[in-house]
Nanobody, 122 residues
Framework: VQLVESGGGSVQIGGSLTLSCAAS????????MSWFRQAPGKEREGVAA????????YYGDSVKGRFTISQDNAKNTLYLQMNSLAPEDTAMYYC?????????????????WGQGTQVTVS
């Protein structure tokens, strides 16, 4: 299993950014996937998750209404559309995958992780 994030960068306050996570090495639609983030000195935070079989989505309270998680099964790619970005969204963002999750925003549920992509809002 390989997960490769892209799309991070620097953006102004109030701006938007879309992250991508290209997955390979497994049947994409059979796994549950998520986005996590971690800022320096802070704990890892579950941002958004999606059950690819059902399309059910889950969001952390801090991003509800601003971030949208989606999938493209044909491209084996997970996305995170981020709008109304604020300085507190600055972090390294990681995608993660697991065959099945019961607690979709908890990191311990996930077996596979990408290397991360940095998002800086200022």
């Amino acid at each position: 299993v390989q997960l490769v994030e892209s799309g991070g960068g620097s953006v102004q306050i109030g701006g938007s950014l879309t992250l991508s996570c290209a997955a390979s090495g497994y049947t994409f639609s059979d796994y549950d996937m998520s986005w996590f983030r971690q800022a320096p000195g802070k704990e890892r935070e579950g941002v958004a998750a999606i059950y690819l079989r059902s399309g059910s989505t889950y969001y952390g309270d801090s991003v509800k209404g601003r971030f949208t998680i989606s999938q493209d099964n044909a491209k084996n790619t997970l996305y995170l559309q981020m709008n109304s970005l604020a300085p507190e969204d600055t972090a390294m963002y990681y995608c993660a995958a697991a065959p099945r999750c019961l607690a979709p925003l908890m990191g311990y549920e996930y077996n596979y992780w990408g290397q991360g992509t940095q998002v800086t809002v200022s």
